[in-house]
């Protein structure tokens, strides 16, 4: 295909090939998020060529190459993917690890454009944009171009309230979502959202990883940072606290101090309207009415 259009977390998002040889490819995860017949906030033309950063450009952060399995991590190759500033545009170098040998690309983005390119140099002239790790990057600089949020969580909905769960790996993100899901409610998602500041309040929506996914979204209106415990206690946290321990979890490339301070005023905004709690909890169905009767008690208070 010679072009297509998605609807990701309320981002309108446009790819379309540069070049009449170039024929573009959609993963099976992307299905659901399919948009038709809206005008995309970004386009991201895509080029089946090598891109060559101009001489001045310079390298501000890399990434080695980790794959994290059963809780344990194993570097790969110190080179996996970098960021590289180009006067007022940002270029994103990356090896494609999981498709054709050799492939190679570079997302170029800019300061106030909504026309991004896309460089993928290699073997074949079929492209998967948003083949790994470029559908992470992408949508982590979306999130910096709007001062939203992209981060490590699960996400529920119940009774038309939103709780969003964080922590870090191992701390039972999955668990507690399956827990909210076997109570019957519906399950944002387990693994990362994104979280935006929209007109009627803050509101999280999950992001393709499964092939199985379709687009869900929730007011967010409790935030917990979750631990394993031997009964469910809360305890509540206000201020820098609760901002920090938030952070810790956002995916953030700080090489920008400017990205910094818009991470951290989104974070003020969310943790300053929003509840925010400390939990440990069972890892058994006991979890959800605990949160729910808390819920309730607060709301009448």
């Known amino acids: 295909m010679r072009n297509f259009h998605l609807n990701i977390a309320d981002y309108?998002?446009?790819?379309?090939?540069?070049?009449?040889?170039?024929?573009?490819?959609?993963?099976?995860k992307f299905t659901n998020f399919r948009d038709k017949g809206t005008t995309p906030g970004v386009t991201i033309r895509v080029h089946a060529r090598t891109f060559r950063p101009q001489q001045q450009a310079r390298r501000v952060f890399h990434a080695p190459y980790i794959i994290e399995s059963a809780d344990k991590k194993h570097k790969v190759n110190d080179e996996f993917w970098s960021v590289w500033q180009q006067g007022k545009e940002t270029l994103i170098e990356t090896i494609l690890p999981l498709g054709l040998t050799g492939r190679k690309a570079w997302l170029k983005t800019g300061t106030g454009t909504n026309a991004w390119d896309l460089y993928v140099d290699g073997p074949g002239n079929r492209i998967d944009p948003l083949e790994y790790p470029l559908d992470g990057l992408l949508l982590y600089y979306l999130t910096v171009m709007t001062g939203d949020i992209f981060i490590h969580g699960s996400g529920v909905?119940?009774?038309?309230?939103?709780?969003?769960?964080?922590?870090?790996?191992?701390?039972?993100?999955?668990?507690?979502?399956?827990?909210?899901?076997?109570?019957?409610?519906?399950?944002?998602?387990?693994?990362?959202?994104?979280?935006?500041?929209?007109?009627?309040?803050?509101?999280?929506?999950?992001?393709?990883?499964?092939?199985?996914?379709?687009?869900r979204s929730s007011p967010v209106d409790s935030i917990f940072i979750i631990d394993h415990g031997t009964t469910n206690k809360l305890v509540p946290l206000q201020n820098s606290e609760a901002l920090s321990l938030v952070m810790a979890n956002c995916i953030q490339h700080l090489w920008d101090p400017s990205i910094i301070v818009s991470l951290t005023e989104t974070l003020h905004q969310l943790t300053s309207q929003k509840s925010v709690y400390r939990l440990y909890f069972r890892p058994d169905k006991s979890v959800v009415p605990f949160i729910l009767m808390n819920d309730s008690k607060r709301n009448h208070t």
Do not use: C, Q
């Not at 090939?17 to 099976?28: D, F, G």
């Not at 790996?169 to 387990?190: C, F, M, Q």
């Open 12 to 28: 309108h998002l446009g790819f379309e090939a540069a070049e009449p040889s170039t024929e573009l490819m959609l993963a099976e």
């Open 157 to 215: 909905s119940m009774n038309n309230k939103g709780y969003f769960f964080t922590g870090a790996s191992g701390k039972g993100k999955t668990t507690i979502a399956r827990l909210w899901n076997e109570a019957g409610a519906t399950v944002i998602h387990d693994d990362r959202l994104i979280i935006r500041n929209k007109k009627a309040g803050f509101v999280m929506y999950n992001t393709p990883v499964y092939n199985n996914e379709s687009p």
